[in-house]
Structure formats: C-alpha cells, structure tokens
C-alpha cells in the first residue's frame, strides 16, 4: 500500500555537498489516533551523506525529539514513544513531520540532481523528492 500523497521534503540548503544540513519531511499514511509510530523508516539517497550515528535528540517527530535513532545503510529507522494513558481504536489518515536538525550532521549528495526520499511505516511507503543545485 502507498501513502495517501507524496512526501514533502525541505532542506535547510540544496547546494551540492552542503553539510549539516536540517531535513524536514511531511508525509501521510493511515495512523491510529494520529500516532505515527511505533517505528519509521526514512531511506535516504545513496549519495546522502549520513553519519555513522543519528542521535534520537537530533531528531524530531511531530515536535518532539525521537525515542531512538538507528542507521544501517542508507536508511534511518526512528521509535517513536506511545502516548501515555488510553488511545482511541481509530485508524485513519493523518500526517507526520520528521526534522533532522543540523545536529544530527546529514550532508547533501556532493552533486546536483533530483533525488528520492522515502519514508515507509509498516507495509505503506512514501515518497518525495528534492533537487540538489
């Protein structure tokens, strides 16, 4: 299954081979009670320039910083807390906003293009772009 529309993706700076730059994502897909976890997988470009290690503070999820941060590859998989007490039974569309902060060190692939995010939550994948100068 898809997302309900394409990832929105902003960068701090799109000059080639920028670094830190912060990554801000909007995507959709089909949340309970509008609860985006209770993981997230953004997979970035080969040529995205990640480092070893993405600290959960250097990350935000709807505003708040990431249970836990874990790279392997090109992909970064975030836990997101549950909310505390009772949540609803309701499983509709909703979307979350991811912010990679200067921090967490991401650089830009070293040359322009257009290039592709994805950001999956269990089966449903969603994709955007960006364009490097």
Same mark, same amino acid.
């Given at each position: 299954?898809?997302?309900?529309?394409?990832?929105?993706?902003?960068?701090?700076?799109?000059?080639? !081979?920028?670094?830190?730059?912060?990554? %801000?994502?909007?995507?959709?897909?089909?949340?309970?009670?509008?609860?985006? !976890? /209770?993981?997230?997988?953004?997979?970035? /470009?080969?040529?995205?320039?990640?480092?070893?290690?993405?600290? /959960?503070?250097?990350?935000?999820?709807?505003?708040? /910083?990431?249970?836990?941060?874990?790279?392997?590859?090109?992909?970064?998989?975030? %836990?997101?807390?549950?909310?505390?007490?009772?949540?609803?039974?309701?499983?509709?569309?909703? %979307?979350?906003?991811?912010?990679? %902060?200067?921090?967490?060190?991401?650089?830009?692939?070293?040359?322009?293009?257009?290039?592709?995010?994805?950001?999956?939550? !269990?089966?449903?994948?969603?994709? !955007?772009?960006?364009?490097?100068?």
């Amino acid at each position: 299954m898809t997302g309900i529309v394409p990832a929105v993706i902003a960068l701090s700076s799109v000059l080639a !081979g920028a670094t830190p730059v912060a990554i %801000t994502v909007h995507a959709g897909y089909a949340m309970q009670c509008g609860w985006p !976890g /209770p993981r997230i997988v953004i997979v970035f /470009p080969a040529a995205e320039r990640l480092p070893a290690r993405i600290g /959960p503070d250097t990350v935000r999820v709807n505003g708040k /910083p990431a249970a836990a941060a874990r790279r392997s590859g090109s992909a970064v998989t975030l %836990t997101i807390a549950r909310p505390r007490g009772a949540m609803c039974d309701s499983i509709g569309p909703a %979307t979350v906003g991811i912010v990679f %902060t200067r921090a967490a060190r991401i650089g830009n692939p070293r040359r322009s293009g257009r290039y592709r995010l994805t950001v999956r939550h !269990g089966g449903e994948a969603v994709s !955007g772009a960006f364009s490097i100068r």
